[in-house]
Every structure is written in C-alpha cells, then in structure tokens.
C-alpha cells in the first residue's frame, strides 16, 4: 500500500531477514506460490544484504513492460550481483550500461545462424557418442547423463577443448562449480564465508579452474590455426581483428564470459532434456509422435518438447532488475534500488496464458492460433537482456533430443518433483527413464 513516502510496495511475506533470505535462495517455490495464492499477481520480500526490497510480478503486461523498460533505469548486472564471486566482474549478466552494450556486440559473432550451423555437427558427434553405448532394458539417470553430454559440449564446442588429457582435468573441476548448494551464494553476502569449509573448498577449485582456463585462452591467441577453428573462444578471440575502432575482450574479460557461458549454459540445457525425457516417459502417445520426428527430421516437434518441458518445469525461477531511479511499474510507484522481478515459475502457470497449464503439451508452441508470446514464455528472459545463447539452447536440446529418440525409447517409472540447485530447478531424484528397444 502506498505510504507516506508516496511509494506503493506491494504485500509480501515477512520475517527475520536470514530465515527469508535462506528460504527464498534454497526453497524459493514453495514460498512464491504460496505469496502468490495469498498476495496475487504482484507481492515483494526482503532479503539480505541491506535488506533489499523484491517486487515479484507475473502479469504479462507487467512483465512486457519491465523488458520493454529503458535498460539504463532497469539494470539487470545489480539484481545478479549474486553470481559475482563466481561468474567475475565482466560477466554479460553482470554488467550493464555501455559495458553491457560492448560485450554483447563482442559476443553476438559467436551466436550467429552461420555460426550455429557450424557447432550443430559438433553437438551431434558428442550426442551421437555418449548414447550409442546405452542398451535396452537399461536405467538411465538422465540429469547426469545430460549433464555429462553438455559439458563436453562446452569444453569443446564453447572452449575448443579436445585434447583428452586436458578434458579429463577439466570435467571434474567443473562439475564441482556447477554441483553445488544455493548455500555456497551466501558468499556474496558475507564474504567472510569463503575462508571456512564448505565454501573454502568451492572457491580453492574455482582458482584451479581459472588457472586451467586462462592457460587454454593464452594458448589459443598463440595458435597458428586460430583463423580456422569454429568454437566459440576462438570466434570471441578474433572478433576486432579487421575493425581497429573494437577493442577486443582481455584475459579477464574472456575468462569471465566463459565461466558465464559456463554456468548459464551447461546445467540449464541438461535440466531441460532431462525434464523433456521425463515427461516424453511418463506420455506414452508423445513420445510415439516424438519417435516419429526424430526418424523424420520433424525437428519443430522436437523443440516444441523442449519448450514444453522448459515451460511446465522453469529452469529459472525469475528475472532481475534494479531500479536507477524512482519508477512506475505495473501501476505501482517504487523507490530507486528496488529490484523488480518478473516470475518465470508463476508466468509459465498462468491458466489465463495456457490452457491446463500443469499439463505437458508440447502442441502450444506449433498452433498457429495459439502463438506464445515473448512476454508469457520467458526461460531466457527478455528485452534487450533476453539470454543470447537461447539459439543455441534451443538448437543444442533439440539435437541431443533426436540423437537420443534415433535410437531408443523411454518409460518414466514414476512423477517426480523440482529441486532447486544452486540457481537451477533440478528433478528431484535426477529424473531416471527406462530405455525400450526401438
């Protein structure tokens, strides 16, 4: 309600700032749906540091209007400035204004349809590989066995990496960044944190892990093949070469958008082909369609259950931004340094958007009539900010999906529930299918 200050923060749930702050960040969607029955459309929390205000919005007019918003009123950097111990100072979620603006003009080269033709082979051999050796009758843990396909398809599409030895060195280091609890985020909050077990550990394996990068980055800006290699670091490092106005990305800056590419791109995509395999598991007259595409090629059915799954399951919770300025949002007055947060979990539930919304219907996203909207199906968010690996999300899902589909089939034993990791929704018990023979 509007107070004395002439400011309209919405109700929410309150209590001790810890308890509220540890609850949003490791058991956030129970506590968003039940603020949402309570509250409505729009409610906020207050979390630490500060506190600072959250206002939630799930209505699509709202949400279009925060990612229509002048971008350097509704900076996106401050309202991820928990993933900075992590991701680095010039990580793309976390900066905005004119250093948002240069580093995504560096990075847009990388993310091309040219260029996504020229990893989809990549994608497919490393598929290809990793599911040849499954065998019918055989139980498969799909998070693991997704997130084990796109990890070798960052370290060698995203970083180049192909060398076993050096794969081997790096896959488990990696993993470890990406297995973690949201707990380890608390860093960023009390800094002291990282000298004591269990962060002490986490952020000794990050150093590791940069040491190990930053010699891939020296090495590749020293290869005599760097004009023709086709992986993502390799484009990043060439990029400025014939426009001497572009200051090209440093050490710092290429290791921070790697991570980036990292963490924003490897679990996020294995959670969504996990869940798609889950739910193609448990719909029997789905996954027949969906084994008649991938013999066919019908690949727009394919990544119509990928959405789908991304869509029933969000990956992400929310998007962030933080206020530069008083602003009106939603019809609601709020003061400088709110963050404002458009509710992907409540967005994609929406009854009045889709129809039986806790069904999976992987037919919403071919019906011409019913067209999702940029502002009602957000998993890369929106706007200027709208993630700019969704192209290859999209492209990598499909092609893990098909290559899966080509050669067997699979049945869920079981419904199972989300599990936020870190900042990802997980299947709770890692979604594991039954292969059938084909």
């Not at 209590?15 to 058991?27: E, K």
């Not at 000298?195 to 150093?207: A, S």
């Not at 001497?244 to 790697?258: F, G």
Request: with cysteine; net charge negative; hydrophobic share 40%.
């Amino acid at each position: 309600m509007a107070g004395r200050s002439g400011y309209d923060i919405p109700d929410g749930p309150r209590g001790n700032n810890l308890w509220m702050t540890n609850r949003f960040m490791r058991n956030r969607g129970p506590l968003v749906r039940d603020a949402h029955a309570r509250y409505g459309d729009t409610f906020s929390v207050q979390i630490l540091p500060g506190p600072r205000t959250i206002v939630i919005f799930s209505d699509p007019a709202d949400v279009k209007e925060i990612f229509s918003s002048d971008p350097s009123q509704f900076y996106a950097g401050q309202g991820n400035a928990i993933l900075k111990p992590v991701m680095g100072d010039h990580s793309l979620l976390l900066v905005d204004g004119e250093e948002h603006t240069r580093a995504r003009k560096l990075l847009m080269p990388a993310f091309t349809g040219p260029a996504m033709r020229g990893y989809r082979p990549l994608v497919e051999g490393i598929a290809k590989q990793a599911v040849e050796s499954w065998e019918p009758g055989q139980r498969i843990v799909t998070l693991d066995a997704m997130n084990a396909i796109t990890l070798d398809v960052i370290l060698q599409v995203v970083f180049g990496v192909t060398d076993e030895e050096r794969l081997t060195a790096l896959r488990p280091r990696f993993t470890r960044i990406v297995d973690i609890d949201a707990s380890v985020l608390l860093s960023w909050i009390f800094p002291r944190l990282r000298k004591v077990p269990p962060w002490r550990g986490f952020f000794t394996n990050l150093r590791e892990v940069d040491e190990l990068l930053y010699a891939v980055i020296r090495e590749r800006r020293q290869a005599h093949d760097l004009e023709g290699r086709d992986d993502v670091l390799s484009r990043l490092l060439r990029v400025g070469d014939d426009d001497p106005d572009t200051t090209p990305l440093t050490d710092e800056e290429m290791r921070d958008q790697l991570v980036t590419l990292l963490l924003a791109g490897h679990e996020t995509t294995a959670s969504a082909l996990s869940w798609t395999l889950h739910e193609l598991g448990l719909n029997p007259e789905l996954l027949k369609r969906a084994l008649v595409a991938a013999d066919t090629g019908d690949e727009a059915f394919l990544e119509a259950c990928v959405k789908e799954a991304m869509r029933l399951h969000p990956i992400i919770d929310f998007v962030a931004r933080t206020l530069q300025s008083d602003q009106t949002v939603g019809g609601r007055r709020l003061p400088k340094g709110t963050t404002v947060a458009p509710s992907i979990m409540l967005s994609h539930s929406r009854e009045a958007t889709f129809a039986d919304a806790h069904e999976y219907r992987p037919d919403r996203f071919l019906d011409a009539d019913a067209k999702v909207s940029s502002h009602t199906w957000i998993p890369f968010g929106g706007g200027v900010r709208r993630c700019i690996g969704a192209a290859f999300s999209l492209m990598e899902g499909t092609v893990v999906l098909r290559e899966v589909l080509l050669r067997h089939g699979v049945f869920t034993e079981q419904p199972t529930a989300p599990r936020l990791r870190n900042i990802t929704n997980v299947p709770d018990d890692k979604a594991p299918v039954v292969l059938l023979a084909r």
